[in-house]
T-cell receptor, first 110, second 117 residues
Framework: RKEVEQDPGPFNVPEGATVAFNCTYS??????FFWYRQDCRKEPKLLMS???SGNEDGRFTAQLNRASQYISLLIRDSKLSDSATYLC???????????FGTGTKLQVIP | GAGVSQSPRYKVAKRGQDVALRCDPI?????LFWYQQALGQGPEFLTY????????KSGLPSDRFFAERPEGSVSTLKIQRTQQEDSAVYLC???????????????FGPGTRLTVL
């Protein structure tokens, strides 16, 4: 089993739709979780950190489920500009490596 | 302010050549990471520096890969005797705090696209 797994998609959704992605991780000792966004042929950029209590930033909501070892990202009222690949990132702690998922591609359609 | 910069942006090498990829992190950032990203994949961790100390090199795929950060700022990733499977985008990222601090944002450079013929 991969350390961090994501559905690669693509998820094709119409503008205004709500879409959700999950990311599962294998190491129960994982401490920190993030969602990064990567546009085509660009570098990844932090979208949001994922806190145990869940967090929201505008149209974006991130959740952590430690019992089932997954994190989720919910995007409401999708915009064309949301089209990108969304990377799940997990860090175990100490000086362990940071692990990226393969990414989930989202395409918002007019 | 200036972000993370990488050079060259594109590099074409013949199989067997040595290449050196440079990363200039954000000034004052303690942590520096190198990643390899193949087409359609997420970034794969290669190595991590805290200042000049290379604390984790578990992701380097072979002994042909070598990284250094001698003065705790600029870093160089060197690949010796390049192979076709080395073709990828090499991303550098820096963060302000030591990785042990946990929740720090990584700021990525634009990457170097390496093509080995």
């Amino acid at each position: 089993r991969k350390e961090v797994e994501q559905d690669p998609g693509p998820f094709n959704v119409p503008e205004g739709a709500t879409v959700a992605f999950n990311c599962t991780y294998s190491n129960s000792a994982s401490q920190s979780f993030f969602w990064y966004r990567q546009d085509c042929r660009k570098e990844p950029k932090l979208l949001m950190s994922v806190y145990s209590s869940g967090n929201e930033d505008g149209r974006f909501t991130a959740q952590l489920n430690r019992a089932s070892q997954y994190i989720s990202l919910l995007i409401r009222d999708s915009k064309l500009s949301d089209s990108a690949t969304y990377l799940c990132v997990v860090w175990v702690g100490g000086y362990q490596k940071v692990t990226f998922g393969t990414g989930t591609k989202l395409q918002v359609i007019p | 302010g200036a972000g993370v910069s990488q050079s060259p942006r594109y590099k074409v090498a013949k199989r067997g050549q040595d290449v050196a990829l440079r990363c200039d992190p954000i000034s004052g950032h303690v942590s520096l990471f190198w990643y390899q990203q193949a087409l359609g994949q997420g970034p794969e961790f290669l190595t991590y520096f805290q200042n000049e100390a290379q604390l984790d090199k578990s992701g380097l795929p072979s002994d042909r890969f070598f990284a250094e950060r001698p003065e705790g700022s600029v870093s160089t990733l060197k690949i010796q005797r390049t192979q076709q499977e080395d073709s990828a985008v090499y991303l550098c990222a820096s963060s302000l705090a030591p990785k042990g601090a946990g929740t720090d944002t990584q700021y990525f450079g634009p990457g170097t696209r390496l093509t080995v013929l």
